[in-house]
């Protein structure tokens, strides 16, 4: 038992070492994974200057700009992973090394949130000196609970789209480019959900960016309660309750997709 656990904690620390190591390493990817944030900001900055609309939409937008670097890094790298694993032979290593399947998606998220947070925290700074900002939390506690709990849903969702998306082949590019741009209008990462109507909130509350970057536009800004879809309250219980589900579906899934690709032998390069 305490060999396994040794065993499953060095291949969680070897697949996110790769991420860690390699975040720096391919300069054009930082470019893009930077300045594309920082451009869709500063288009809806001067579109909410122009309309006069209250200071604190350009913190809102900011705080948008900044999540985006962890969609395109759970859509990317981890909802697609096992399909370029697939595609680059390294998907039969894992499955015939002796450890646990959740250990090397549990490793690439880690390693896929230390990379998202470098990206997230130079689009912070950046948003903050080029639009003049301020942006200090009520409380600080709340703020890394919510942040903390909305990391972990939205990986647990990229853990269970891995899952699924290996089975899809080639399919899985298509799907990850579906999906980017309408998550941004949808989880509200430019503007309030609560415009969007109870109904649809809701319905959009499933991706955990929308109730996570709502509860914490409420805390570091006194428009955003005013704005809010929910109180914070709730939304920590919502984010919480999807934490649990997506990491047991993601398990389910990886579990019930292995078995399957076994039996029709699509888990290596030969039907593709």
């Not at 039969?92 to 450890?99: F, H, K, R, V």
């Not at 925290?121 to 900002?133: E, H």
């Not at 941004?184 to 415009?195: A, L, N, R």
Request: net charge positive; charged share 15%.
């Amino acid at each position: 038992m305490k060999t396994e656990l040794k065993t499953n904690l060095r291949a969680i620390w070897g697949r996110a070492y790769v991420r860690i190591v390699g975040a720096q390493r391919e300069p054009s990817w930082i470019l893009f994974e930077i300045m594309m944030p920082l451009l869709a900001v500063a288009t809806y900055v001067f579109v909410y200057r122009a309309l006069g609309a209250p200071k604190e939409f350009t913190g809102f937008v900011i705080l948008g700009g900044i999540m985006t670097a962890y969609w395109l890094n759970v859509l990317w790298s981890m909802a697609s992973q096992f399909y370029w694993e697939k595609e680059t032979g390294n998907l039969e290593l894992y499955l015939i090394a002796p450890i646990s399947r959740m250990s090397i998606l549990l490793g690439m998220a880690l390693g896929g949130l230390f990379m998202s947070t470098t990206r997230a925290a130079v689009i912070l700074v950046g948003g903050i000196y080029l639009f003049d900002v301020t942006m200090i939390p009520t409380s600080w506690p709340l703020l890394v609970l919510v942040f903390l709990l909305c990391m972990v849903a939205l990986y647990g969702l990229g853990m269970l789209a891995s899952s699924v998306f290996l089975m899809f082949g080639r399919d899985a590019w298509q799907i990850s480019t579906l999906l980017q741009e309408p998550i941004y209008v949808f989880s509200g990462f430019y503007s309030p959900i609560k415009s969007f109507g109870f109904s649809l909130g809701m319905m959009a509350s499933l991706i955990p960016l929308t109730l996570g970057i709502d509860a914490m536009r409420q805390l570091f800004f006194e428009a955003g309660r005013a704005h809010a879809f929910l109180p914070i309250g709730w939304e920590i219980l919502i984010l919480t309750v999807l934490s649990v589900l997506f990491l047991w579906l993601a398990n389910k899934a990886l579990l019930k997709m292995e078995n399957l690709g076994k039996k029709e032998g699509r888990l290596t390069l030969r039907w593709q």
